[in-house]
C-alpha cells in the first residue's frame, strides 16, 4: 500500500493538522514574548487565511450537496456559518491567553515593585530592581499591545468576512457569536 501523499499548497494551511497539539499556556510564556509571538501568529492563520478559507469551506459543502449530504440552506450561507463558528472560538482562545497573560506579567509587575520599594537606601539594590522593574514594564507594554493588535486583526477578518458572506448574521441564540458580531 502506498504512502499517503501530504497535503500540499492551500489544503495543507487550511486543513486541520493530523496531529492536533495542545499548547498550555503557562506564566512561563507569558513572560518569553518570543514564545508568545509565536503562539499568537500560530492562533492567527486562521485570520490571515480567511478568503482562501471562505473558497475552501464553500467549496467543501458544494461538494457535500452534490453528492446528496448537504444540511439545511444555502450552501454560501452554511459555509459562512461554518466560518464564522471557527472564527469565534478562535478570537476567544486568542482573547483568553492575552488576558491570561496580561494578568501574569501584572502581577510580576507588582512583585517587582515590592522588591524596589523593599530595596531600601542601598543604591546597588535599587539599581538593579530598577532595571528589572524597567524590563518587566516593557514586556507588560509588549502583552497590553496584543490587545489592539486583537481588534485589528478581528476587524480585518470580519471586514473579510462580510465581504464575502454579506447575508449572514449569527443565530440570535447563540450568545457567544452575537457577542464577538456585535463588538466587532
Known sequence: ????????G?????????????????????????????LMNQYRKLDDTINMRLNRTTA???DREREGLGGKGDV???ACAHVWKELVA????????????VGVVDSSLDEKRQIL??????????RKAKGILYAEEVKRNQIHNELTVENIIRKRTFDAFRSRCRYFE??????????WWDAV
Open 1 to 8: 500500500m502506498p504512502p499517503k501523499q501530504p497535503q500540499l
Open 90 to 101: 478562535n478570537w476567544s482562545r486568542r482573547t483568553d491567553i492575552v488576558h491570561y497573560c
Open 10 to 38: 492551500s489544503l495543507a494551511i487550511q486543513a486541520p493538522s493530523l496531529t492536533p497539539k495542545t499548547v498550555h499556556v503557562s506564566p512561563s510564556t507569558c513572560h518569553d514574548i518570543s514564545a508568545f509571538k509565536d
Open 117 to 126: 520599594q523593599d530595596a531600601g537606601d542601598d543604591a546597588s539594590a535599587q
Open 76 to 78: 454560501e450561507e452554511q
Open 60 to 62: 467543501q459543502y458544494r
Open 170 to 179: 449569527p443565530p440570535v441564540s447563540d450568545t457567544e457569536a452575537r457577542k
